[in-house]
DNA sequence: CCTGACTGATCGGTGCTACCGATGAATGCA
DNA sequence: TGCATTCATCGGTAGCACCGATCAGTCAGG
């Protein structure tokens, strides 16, 4: 047997049921043409089409009104339901058109979001009731691939972003600080310059994680049999024990107790050793306005400590 | 507060939204439009201006495919559902389409229901599958009165119809027989003729009755002072109770049993001595092929003993 | 019985717009 | 770097919804 094929409503319109659910309401075509703002004769010969259509007469006219025949009322009740989802359609896309409203699910790199996104969350909530933000967490490529498939709608990373068919807009400019144990001869340093962290004793994340590749190409001839950390977290603990020190992102560590001062921070003498933190979308996504707002209104609201700094525009 | 109205649902059309639920199907511009019928570039228009009218992107365009975003796929979804009410009507319309099918209320004069009926009903059964006749009596002022009414589609009455804005076509033509006690003088008449009939021993039915009316024309002489029936059951059994005469219908008398002998039935002599019964409608009722047709069945298949005689054409 | 009012149907004319074919722009692949 | 694919865009065309005017039938009132 041939499945039933959906039949092409071929002809049919909305409109024609609006003018035969008007005339059937007021059964009366002048009035109904009245209501639907168009001419009678237009009207008359809409419904006159849409019987056709229907292959039956849907009114019985006369000079004294018009009557829905028996099968007409039928067709005029079903069609009623049409119009009603119809304007229910209309109704659904005005309440979700509003920009920045319904889910987003935006992801972030691990040695940011946990320390970016508690800052952000709050006066997001505020600013643009009716988002709901999808947070979550990964490296620079499960995040792009992510992006790419749909099941992120946006990402937060270090720029550029890898790849091509993305947008990117840049949020602030996170500079990197040293974090070394309190007695070792680095903590010293008033300003210590990157010349300076050369050395087996400089610990990285694994890879996979960008801020390797970022720190690695800051500290020139370190590349082999150096510790690994598995997370910034593991990463600070080991500093901590004296293992070593490492270049971490300001937001990661500024709200860090400095572990009963066991612990030494200090800014690096090089102002634009860091990264560019800003929002990748995929350059196809039609939500690009918003997203730009998005991105103004987070530059607005950057957590404290930071600005624009170095590394702006949008490649 | 302003009561909601309902917002005219401008430029939406059914034919877009078709358009839009292949682009969510198949991902595809161009094969949703082939398989819309249409061309790319007329599809591709359709859905941008169904964008513009939703305020917001349906689909995320790439070179790779087409992927809703997720209002749009919130929306196709609505739309899948207008589109499925919108064909329902499609399939109810030419479900119900078909002529002579559906309820159909008629009303007969109860001289002529009771004895014509149970002779049709059997018939059009058989020949009109899905007609549901729905049968009613009473006298012909009423029953015009509830067909103008629309509680009646049609009725089977003496033509001519009384009144303006009917229609007519006639079924057949019904003699009157002499109905009288087997040893009245009228019963020895071999073909009575109506000239013989006045006297004050006519039984009539009582007022309302067009039967009545019709016997009264033909005997002219007797209008006072006569004996009335409240029904033709009742007049038949005054008639074997010896107390008069009366020209009763063929088909309300051709199937009695005569009473163990005490009643005589004879022809009339004048052969358009009779009444046309014939099927009567609203002239606005656009169903008025079928009950034409429905008339051209019925006169195929009249009750034995009857044939189209004198009194034909639609008046 | 005639007349005016009202109804829906019908008829030419007109303008919008859906549609087409061709072309353009952007991307991915070989 | 060509080549194929995909969607967007453009100019031209034809169909059709629409309008104003008119027609045809009915009804109420004079």
């Known amino acids: 047997m041939i499945s039933k094929r959906a039949p092409s409503l071929s002809g049919l319109s909305l409109r024609d049921l609006e003018y035969a659910a008007a005339v059937g309401d007021l059964r009366h075509f002048g009035k109904a043409a009245e209501r639907c703002g168009v001419s009678q004769s237009a009207l008359s010969e809409q419904v006159r089409k849409l019987e056709g259509l229907l292959g039956l007469a849907l009114f019985e006219r006369s000079h004294r009104g018009v009557v829905p025949t028996p099968r007409g009322a039928t067709l005029l009740d079903h069609a009623r339901r049409v119009l009603e989802e119809a304007r229910g359609l209309l109704e659904l896309a005005s309440a979700i058109a509003a920009p920045l409203t319904g889910p987003l699910y935006v992801g972030a790199i691990a040695t940011l979001g946990p320390y970016y996104m508690p ?118 603990h080991m500093i901590a024990a004296g293992e070593g020190y490492s270049l971490l992102p300001l937001l990661a560590v500024q709200d860090r107790a400095p572990m009963g001062g066991i612990i030494a921070m200090s800014d690096l003498a090089e102002p634009n050793a860091g990264r560019t933190i800003g929002l990748v979308w995929r350059a196809t996504d039609p939500r690009e306005p918003e997203f730009r707002e998005l991105c103004g209104f987070l530059r607005a609201h950057l957590p404290p400590g930071l600005n624009g700094g170095p590394g702006q525009g949008t490649p």
């Open 119 to 236: 800052h952000l969350l709050r006066p997001v909530r505020a600013e643009f009731t009716g988002l709901a933000l999808r947070v979550s967490e990964g490296q620079t490529a499960d995040l792009i691939e992510s992006l790419r498939l749909g099941s992120l709608d946006a990402v937060l990373l270090a720029l550029p972003p890898p790849g091509d068919g993305l947008r990117a807009e840049a949020l602030f400019f996170e500079p990197f600080r040293l974090v070394c144990p309190a007695e070792h001869r680095l903590a010293r340093l008033n300003h210590p310059c990157v010349s300076d962290l050369a050395g087996d004793e400089l610990i990285l994340l694994e890879e996979g994680h960008c801020l390797r590749e970022q720190a690695l190409s800051l500290c020139e001839g370190a590349e082999t049999a150096m510790r690994q950390a598995t997370s910034v977290e593991m990463l600070w």
